[in-house]
């Protein structure tokens, strides 16, 4: 039987235990969790979560305080001697309260005891090896991400938001299209009232219960033009004006920006945000930052990053190097547009951070005339860029030359006090 909570004898070597605690409730807890729950003074979690695990009298019980992390402080003075159990869905440490807690705490204040995930129960559902399958969450977050892993047999395993999110997604892929992809939704996994609802995106009609996670086996319908995942995306994919940094040097951009995951890029003059948007889209991790004076613009790269699975890109409309200022560090920088304005090189060149990449186009002799002077006094790398397609001429075909771009690209020298910043993994 329960007992209740012992009174402490020493400060606790982890002020947080986060037990992952999964739809089979106590029932599937192991013995080490039950043991942990059991002896804490406080345990904070939701009501369902709350619910799953037996009366102990004299346990204090609290809800999420909301947000948590401001107030979390606050709770760990009240039991400065005592543990905190916090209770959280299957694998904490999956988008989950762990990750943020560690962040916030340490590792070394944080200890974990994860139940088994709801992703590795999908898999296990759906006969899906974890090498072959892809993992995207839309819990708190914009569903539109999941359009930036689009491709044929691809296999994604979307944790979902609520019972709302199936219908969505199964709308978001039809209008990209690939309404012929199987969905999958997996309703209370590992619980009694586990279900299982399949449909095509187009046929999506189901009811979802409100814990569930969906998987897709992508499909494009016929026609869909297929679009990957490395740089050098069509023009067409955009929406565009015309001010679109076009495919050709965009992928020569990007291969000197160099995205690593966990870094920023700035796209100052970023027009329909291509390449902020391609920077993004090569990893998750990828964070961008896209500005444009123009607010049709702006509006127009909000709507492109969406489109093409990347709505983190922020996007600040206003004209450069004004709207730099306070803006975080970035770790490259393109400067598509705008290079001839006072100030615009030396902020962006002032604010990279050591080892950060900086990479400015332009099609004028003003631009030529600026980029000429950088290359002089700080060196890099200064090339001409000119594409020639094949187009018709009369019954023959010669080449029609695109118009000639300036490229400067270099690297930030890192010093002994200010070595490289690197990504996250």
Same mark, same amino acid.
């Given at each position: 039987?329960?007992?209740?909570?012992?009174?402490?004898?020493?400060?606790?070597?982890?002020?947080?235990?986060?037990?992952?605690?999964?739809?089979?409730?106590?029932?599937?807890?192991?013995?080490?969790?039950?043991?942990?729950?059991?002896?804490?003074?406080?345990?904070?979690?939701?009501?369902?979560?709350?619910?799953?695990?037996?009366?102990?009298?004299?346990?204090?019980?609290?809800?999420?305080?909301?947000?948590?992390?401001?107030?979390?402080?606050?709770?760990?003075?009240?039991?400065?001697?005592?543990?905190?159990?916090?209770?959280?869905?299957?694998?904490?440490?999956?988008?989950?309260?762990?990750?943020?807690?560690?962040?916030?705490?340490?590792?070394?204040?944080?200890?974990?005891?994860?139940?088994?995930?709801?992703?590795?129960?999908?898999?296990?559902?759906?006969?899906?090896?974890?090498?072959?399958?892809?993992?995207?969450?839309?819990?708190?977050?914009?569903?539109?991400?999941?359009? /930036?892993?689009?491709?044929?047999?691809?296999?994604?395993?979307?944790?979902?938001?609520?019972?709302?999110?199936?219908?969505?997604?199964?709308?978001?892929?039809?209008?990209?299209?690939?309404?012929?992809?199987?969905?999958?939704?997996?309703?209370?996994?590992?619980?009694?009232?586990?279900?299982?609802?399949?449909?095509?995106?187009?046929?999506?009609?189901?009811?979802?219960?409100?814990?569930?996670?969906?998987?897709?086996?992508?499909?494009?319908?016929?026609?869909?033009?297929?679009?990957?995942?490395?740089?050098?995306?069509?023009?067409?994919?955009?929406?565009?004006?015309?001010?679109?940094?076009?495919?050709?040097?965009?992928?020569?951009?990007?291969?000197?920006?160099?995205?690593?995951?966990?870094?920023?890029?700035?796209?100052?003059?970023?027009?329909?945000?291509?390449?902020?948007?391609?920077?993004?889209?090569?990893?998750?991790?990828?964070?961008?930052?896209?500005?444009?004076?123009?607010?049709?613009?702006?509006?127009?790269?909000?709507?492109?990053?969406?489109?093409?699975?990347?709505?983190?890109?922020?996007?600040?409309?206003?004209?450069?190097?004004?709207?730099?200022?306070?803006?975080?560090?970035?770790?490259?920088?393109?400067?598509?547009?705008?290079?001839?304005?006072?100030?615009?090189?030396?902020?962006?060149?002032?604010?990279?951070?050591?080892?950060?990449?900086?990479?400015?186009?332009?099609?004028?002799?003003?631009?030529?005339?600026?980029?000429?002077?950088?290359?002089?006094?700080?060196?890099?790398?200064?090339?001409?860029?000119?594409?020639?397609?094949?187009?018709?001429?009369?019954?023959?075909?010669?080449?029609?030359?695109?118009?000639?771009?300036?490229?400067?690209?270099?690297?930030?020298?890192?010093?002994?006090?200010?070595? /490289?910043?690197?990504?996250?993994?």
């Amino acid at each position: 039987m329960p007992t209740d909570p012992p009174e402490p004898t020493a400060a606790p070597s982890h002020r947080v235990i986060v037990v992952g605690i999964g739809a089979d409730g106590w029932a599937g807890l192991g013995e080490a969790a039950r043991q942990v729950v059991m002896a804490a003074p406080l345990v904070i979690g939701g009501h369902r979560h709350q619910g799953l695990l037996p009366d102990l009298p004299g346990q204090d019980r609290r809800r999420w305080p909301t947000p948590l992390l401001p107030n979390l402080a606050a709770l760990l003075a009240e039991y400065r001697d005592r543990q905190i159990v916090v209770l959280a869905s299957g694998d904490p440490m999956r988008s989950g309260i762990g990750t943020a807690l560690i962040e916030r705490l340490g590792p070394d204040q944080v200890r974990v005891i994860p139940a088994i995930s709801s992703v590795a129960l999908a898999g296990a559902r759906m006969g899906w090896s974890a090498e072959s399958t892809d993992v995207v969450t839309v819990v708190g977050r914009n569903p539109h991400s999941v359009l /930036a892993r689009l491709g044929p047999e691809r296999r994604l395993i979307v944790l979902s938001s609520d019972q709302h999110t199936p219908a969505l997604v199964a709308a978001l892929l039809v209008g990209a299209g690939y309404g012929s992809s199987r969905m999958t939704v997996l309703g209370e996994l590992g619980g009694p009232d586990e279900s299982a609802e399949s449909a095509t995106a187009a046929a999506w009609t189901s009811d979802s219960p409100r814990l569930n996670l969906i998987c897709l086996e992508l499909q494009p319908d016929h026609g869909t033009p297929l679009l990957a995942g490395i740089p050098g995306l069509p023009d067409t994919a955009f929406e565009n004006d015309g001010q679109l940094t076009k495919r050709d040097v965009r992928a020569s951009a990007l291969s000197r920006l160099g995205p690593v995951p966990g870094q920023l890029l700035w796209d100052v003059g970023a027009g329909a945000g291509s390449v902020a948007i391609e920077w993004a889209r090569t990893d998750p991790r990828c964070s961008a930052i896209a500005l444009e004076q123009d607010p049709e613009r702006a509006a127009r790269i909000t709507r492109n990053a969406q489109s093409l699975g990347v709505p983190g890109v922020r996007v600040i409309t206003g004209p450069a190097p004004a709207v730099l200022a306070g803006l975080p560090t970035p770790q490259a920088v393109f400067v598509g547009g705008g290079a001839t304005a006072s100030g615009v090189i030396d902020k962006c060149w002032g604010a990279l951070a050591p080892g950060g990449r900086l990479v400015v186009h332009g099609v004028t002799l003003e631009t030529d005339a600026v980029l000429a002077d950088r290359y002089r006094s700080l060196g890099g790398e200064l090339v001409r860029l000119s594409v020639e397609r094949a187009a018709p001429i009369g019954s023959f075909t010669g080449w029609t030359p695109a118009r000639a771009v300036t490229q400067w690209s270099i690297t930030k020298v890192p010093t002994a006090g200010h070595p /490289a910043e690197g990504g996250t993994s």
